[in-house]
C-alpha cells in the first residue's frame, strides 16, 4: 500500500526558511520521480518543483528559483523541500506527488505572514 506523508509546515515571517519532508513507503522509491505541488486558497494545485531518480535531476517553478531547493534521500525514502526566503505568496499547502503513481498525500499546511 503507498502512502506518501508530508510535514514540516508551519507559519512563519517573511524572510524565514523552512523544511518539508515527504516520507514514503510501499513503493520501490528510489526508482521514481517525486514533485512537490501548492495551493493556494481558490487556485488550481500548481507544480513547484521536481526531483529526478537519483537525485541529480531537479527543475522548479520561476518564481521559487533560488529560493527553493528540492532533494532526496532514497535510503530514508524520503524527499525534501528546503524553502528559503518565505514570501506571503508562498502561503499554501503544499503537497507531494508521485506522478507515475498517480499519489498525493494530504499536504501540510505553510503560512508565510507578518
Known amino acids: 500500500q503507498v502512502q506518501v506523508v508530508e510535514s514540516g509546515g508551519g507559519s512563519v515571517q517573511p524572510g524565514d526558511s523552512l523544511t518539508l519532508s515527504c516520507t514514503t513507503s510501499?513503493?520501490?522509491?528510489?526508482?521514481?520521480?517525486v514533485s512537490w505541488y501548492i495551493q493556494a486558497p481558490g487556485q488550481e494545485r500548481e507544480l513547484v518543483a521536481t526531483?529526478?531518480?537519483?537525485?541529480?535531476?531537479?527543475n522548479y517553478k520561476d518564481s521559487v528559483k533560488g529560493r527553493f531547493s528540492i532533494s532526496r534521500d532514497n535510503a530514508k525514502n524520503t524527499v525534501y523541500l528546503q524553502m528559503n526566503d518565505l514570501k506571503p505568496e508562498d502561503t499554501a499547502v503544499y503537497y507531494c506527488?508521485?506522478?507515475?503513481?498517480?499519489?498525493w498525500g494530504q499536504g501540510t499546511q505553510v503560512t508565510v505572514s507578518s
Open positions: 506527488h508521485i506522478p507515475t503513481l498517480k499519489h
Open positions: 510501499g513503493f520501490p522509491f528510489s526508482s521514481y520521480r
Open positions: 526531483v529526478l531518480t537519483t537525485g541529480v535531476g531537479t
